[in-house]
């Protein structure tokens, strides 16, 4: 059964990565990549966050190691692929130690196909790398502290050190391994702390010698101010709900016009069935890890001990949430702050099921059983069938316009174009926007870049020729030869139009 899992998985974060979001966040770390494999030495810093700081390098670091082979973003994005198919695995092996064979299995079912778990699969973002390394602090600290097993020291505790450096959230995960340090104390040798430390101590070093400092530069802390919306999105992405956010408009209307009441509705209650149970997993992992403290200190620390992974996976739910209520960041949240939750909501969903079908009468417990693993199948299928129905309306849109914007795909065609034009002209691109100011798109920029090694290297050459570039998903395009003086060749590739302006005055760029 989990071969066909991870067959599942692999052909939903795998197939069709031409159609993956490549915006500037994903541009500027392949730009980092290619920088330092260029011989410009390893970058100190990722790209920026949303609240004004840089990232440490980790991400990119991480990325040099498919780097090495090819560049292509497509090639970087399998590989960010391919860690979530191994997540995936280990959501369903760990699920198994810490819990059982059924919550293991089922957690592992609802992880491969829930929709946002894979779009969070499936591009060059930090927050797509989260859940193998927050499986790796959950089983690792599982084992080390309910087994004894010392081999899991490591991937436990370099996994937890470099999960800030990748987003910032993951403090949280550095946080509980501390703490599970401190509390159980895990008998292992010094030569473990050293690899850990020099491990850590080589990817934080460039940053820290470098750019620590950008942290003054943040935003001003601001009152502290009660939010629910963390609580909502951790089970938002569990299944479909808040996809808008990616669609909007247009693109959220004519997309939902595509599915089908039949399998519209019984997703959505599914899906609410999934955060209530989650909810309520939530409610009894609490009250099981409570209980214990009513016998004495000493009988509650042996018996967290032997439930390390459960207590960790809980641990993992409630700082970030509870940390929303009194951080002292006027910040809005979104959903990928919450990736590294994966798997914990489908183990708590799958261990609340596993609960109540146990609490059934043996006389209809395997009827019982059936129909939750029938509704689990059902929910899988009709979460497939929604990626299915996505993928093909941002395959005839070519992207959408919300969040998810412009397909990698049609970029990549106006970038060639662009190419093609210049090579033949003997001349260097410059990009403007329908205003006449320069464009700064750093997409577009890389992607010149990367075919250039398709079609041959521009001369060089003081000649330049200039391109204005609109993207539009859902409308039809306006027509804007007339705007300018030039003559002009206008092409279309899906939503993005490229103007290539003939013999335009170098005076255009300054206006």
Known sequence: MIGLILLATAWLRLSRLDLMEFKKDEALSVMMIVDALSGQGLPTHSIASSVGVYNPPILIYLLLMPGLFSSDPIWLTQFIALLNVAAIFLCYWFGRKIWNDRVGLIAAVLFATSPWAVIYSRKIWAPDCMPIFSLLVLGGLHQLC?????????PATIAAGLMPGIHFVGLFAALIVGLFILVFRPKVGWTNWLVAGAVLAMMYLPFLLKDWSTFKSGPPLSAPAFSVTAFVLAGEIMSHFGIDYLLLGDSARNFYQTLTPAAFVPLTFLGQALMMLFAAG???????????????????????RQKAGKLAAWLLVILPLASCIVLPLNKKIYHHYFTMLYPVQFWLFAAALDWGLAKIPSRGQRLAQWAGYGLVGITAALQIIFLVKLAGFIDQQGGTTGDYGVSYRHKLAAAEYVVISCRDDRAQPRLLAPDRTPLQLPEYDYLITVCQKKTGVLPETENWRQFVITERVGDSQPDLTREFEAPVERRNFGPVQVLRLSDAPSQALMK
């Open 146 to 154: 309910a087994h004894g097993d010392r081999r899991w020291f490591l």
């Open 282 to 304: 939530f409610v009894g992992l609490t009250v099981k890890l409570v209980q214990p403290f009513r016998h004495g200190l000493p009988v509650a620390l042996s018996s967290l």
